[in-house]
């Protein structure tokens, strides 16, 4: 079992930065990949980027490139989330997940991932 708790979420304007925290707990040494998904009201849950721990390789959606990164601490056992130049459709629940499993479909898929957290709140303001 993993647990994973968010945190970072808040409310700026549009333009700001926000820094979102993942920290993983439990059967850790045994994750392959971990991703960002967000979800705002009224619409399906997207994922938002991905890094995969064997070859560190990273993966964003289109609207998110190049404002977005995605990084991990090893010794923390945390994930984070860079998010620059923020615009109000950035605005949406977020949700860090895990997944062990080399193979488990594409890393923007809910059903990559078998653990999730509960969500940290981005709300940005134009």
């Known amino acids: 079992q993993v647990q994973l708790v968010e945190s970072g979420g808040g409310s700026v304007q549009a333009g700001g930065s926000l820094r979102l925290s993942c920290a993983a707990s439990?059967?850790?040494?045994?994750?392959?990949?971990m991703g960002w998904f967000r979800q705002a009201p009224g619409k399906e849950r997207e994922g938002v980027a991905a890094?995969?721990?064997?070859?560190?390789?990273?993966y964003y959606a289109d609207s998110v490139k190049g404002r977005f990164t995605i990084s991990q601490d090893n010794a923390k056992n945390t994930l984070y989330l860079q998010m620059n130049s923020l615009k109000p459709e950035d605005t949406a629940m977020y949700y860090c997940?895990?997944?062990?499993?080399?193979?488990?479909?594409?890393?923007?898929?809910?059903?990559?991932?078998?653990?999730w957290g509960q969500g940290t709140e981005v709300t940005i303001s134009s």
């Open positions: 997940a895990a997944d062990y499993r080399p193979y488990g479909g594409r890393w923007y898929s809910r059903e990559r991932y078998t653990y």
């Open positions: 439990g059967y850790t040494y045994a994750t392959y990949c």
């Open positions: 890094f995969f721990f064997g070859g560190g390789a990273t």
